[in-house]
């Protein structure tokens, strides 16, 4: 597998919103609470003494090990390692669990004589470390010690697209957003991180302060096997905002299915993997209701939808009002509206004219083959218009250059 870096550069892809449960809030007096070590050694085993004091022993060959934080210690900070040493023998073993179980992971040091947590603690939670360490006169020592996390009342919450399992289109961005404004951008990018099956350039790209989009260079590779990992226990997001839990999103990048709609030859050629193109005749947006131009994504998909112009602000009575409760084979591109589907009622002006409200229209036939073949995450490029792409206005990254895009990084 290749791994991105959570700059600018990384290696990845591609659906909707899964809720994750990230975080957990802190006092600023908690967060800046510090505790130093305990030390245990084979002269008296399993003892601990007050933070930064040591327990030496008369044997010099004894383990002599030292545990930070301290035994008892509270308002440890959960983006802070914990960290295991002895200056005489080896470390054997080391657990660290929280009080519902869950094991900490950590590593030892080349010569086993360190070993240390991620820093992803959860907030508001209690700790028991235990192990053995072997002194130089090859005897063991125990290590016990307990110590709680600061807490905090306010918690991260997160949604992603895609989905866990989904299958997605080339031009899928990935979309975390949290609940709470997160400050610390950086440190939270960090926390964040991208793998694939193949080297994928990307980057993340801070939308606002709740929200973070990810997107390659260029389209996703066919068939790219995608991790999305948000190791955000722990982390401190800034505004006594921390990280609660972590979560890990597995995704697959589906056939590459690539759409040109050409408003002004009321054309839409659809090209699937390396299989000759398919010209679809169209219609699309009419004087006062004019298709935008751009790198559209498809974002959902409708069997049938019904479409009620009052929701774009035309009210019965209008001349313009419609209300349709059966359109068929739906697909939506923007959030203010438009949608790629059938139109029955628009069929002699198909290839010749636009008549529609700003969708793109076609015969039943031709939108039952291409719903068929989409997925979300296909990308729509429409030309043809002067009226452009609003950002924001469904999911607009391909919209940026990759250098602005790259810009949007906290880490940039």
Known sequence: MFSSSVRKRGLAVAGFCAVLLLSSACSNSEANSTSSGTTQSAGKPGASGTPGATTPSNDPGAANVTVTPAKGASSVRPDRPVTVATTVGVLQSVTLRDSAGDKVVGTFNTGKSQWTSAPELKPGASYTLSGTAQGADGKSVPIKSTFRTLSGSSRLKSSVAPLNGETVGVGMPIQIYWNQAVKDKAAVEKRLSVTTSVPVEGTWHWVNSKQVNYRPKVYWPAGTKVSVNIATQGVNAGGNVWGNTSRTVHFTISKSVLTNIDVKKHQMVVRVGSQAPRIIPVTAGKDGFTTRSGIKVIMEKFRTKRMDAATIGIKPGDPNYYNISDVQYAQRVTN???????????????????????????????????????ERGDPVVVTGTSRTMETGNGWTDWNESWAKYKAGSALS
């Open 336 to 374: 203010s509206g438009e949608f790629i589907h059938g139109a029955p009622w628009s069929a002699g002006s198909q290839g010749s004219a636009n008549v529609s409200h700003g969708c793109v229209g076609m015969s039943l036939k031709d939108a039952a083959w291409y719903y068929s073949i989409t």
